[in-house]
Structures are given as structure tokens and as C-alpha cells.
């Protein structure tokens, strides 16, 4: 089985910084891709970014140019720094990893974390 573990959320003022933390454990061979999902009060979950074991990334729209995503592969860790924080960005931060477990022809897995809740207030 593969574990996914969220840390770094809390409670921040419009404009500050937050950085997430994700740490992947188990059976892995692989991780294709890590990603980072958000779900605010009454809506529907949504991609924020993902990036891909040789570092391709993809970011919402409502993101760009505030959020960057990065990983260490070594690590099975992806993280999310978090700059010039809205209201609208307030939501429970779900982390994502794909792959495969125990080896190349192995099962592959899509495991979520518990979520980590971001609230931006004044």
C-alpha cells in the first residue's frame, strides 16, 4: 500500500506565504506524478498543480504566477510554496501521487492524503 501525507497548513493574512509539504511511503517503485487538489466550502474539488517525475509541470489558472510546485524524486516528496495568498485560496489542500508499487510490472496505485486546511483571513 501507498501512504500520502500532508503538513503545512494554517492560518494566514491576505498576502502572506504558506509552503505545503508531501511526503509519499510504501511500496513504491515509481511515482509518475504528484499533484496538489484544493476543495473550498460548497465546491467541487479542483487541480491546483502537478508536476511529473522529470518535472513537467501544470498549473491552475488561478494559481499562476503564485504557487509553484516542485518534488524530490529521491524524497518521494512534493511540495507547494504558496506566495500572495487570497481569501479565495482558502480550502483543505489535498495531495496526490500516481505510480506503480514494488516493481516496473507492478500494480500501479492513485493515492490521496487527509488534507490540510489552508484559511486565508484578515
Known amino acids: 500500500q501507498v501512504q500520502v501525507v500532508e503538513s503545512g497548513g494554517g492560518l494566514v493574512q491576505p498576502g502572506e506565504s504558506l509552503r505545503l509539504t508531501c511526503v509519499a511511503s510504501?511500496?513504491?517503485?515509481?511515482?509518475?506524478?504528484m499533484g496538489w487538489y484544493r476543495q473550498a466550502p460548497g465546491k467541487e474539488r479542483e487541480l491546483v498543480a502537478f508536476?511529473?517525475?522529470?518535472?513537467?509541470?501544470n498549473y491552475a489558472d488561478s494559481v499562476k504566477g503564485r504557487f509553484t510546485i516542485s518534488r524530490d524524486n529521491a524524497e518521494k516528496t512534493v511540495y507547494l510554496q504558496m506566495n500572495s495568498l487570497k481569501p479565495e485560496d482558502t480550502a483543505v489542500y489535498y495531495c496526490?501521487?500516481?505510480?506503480?508499487?514494488?516493481?516496473?510490472?507492478?500494480?500501479?496505485?492513485?493515492?490521496w492524503g487527509q488534507g490540510t486546511q489552508v484559511t486565508v483571513s484578515s
Open positions: 508536476i511529473t517525475s522529470v518535472g513537467n509541470t
Open positions: 496526490n501521487a500516481a505510480g506503480r508499487e514494488t516493481s516496473n510490472s507492478g500494480p500501479s496505485f492513485n493515492s
Open positions: 510504501g511500496s513504491i517503485f515509481s511515482i509518475y506524478m
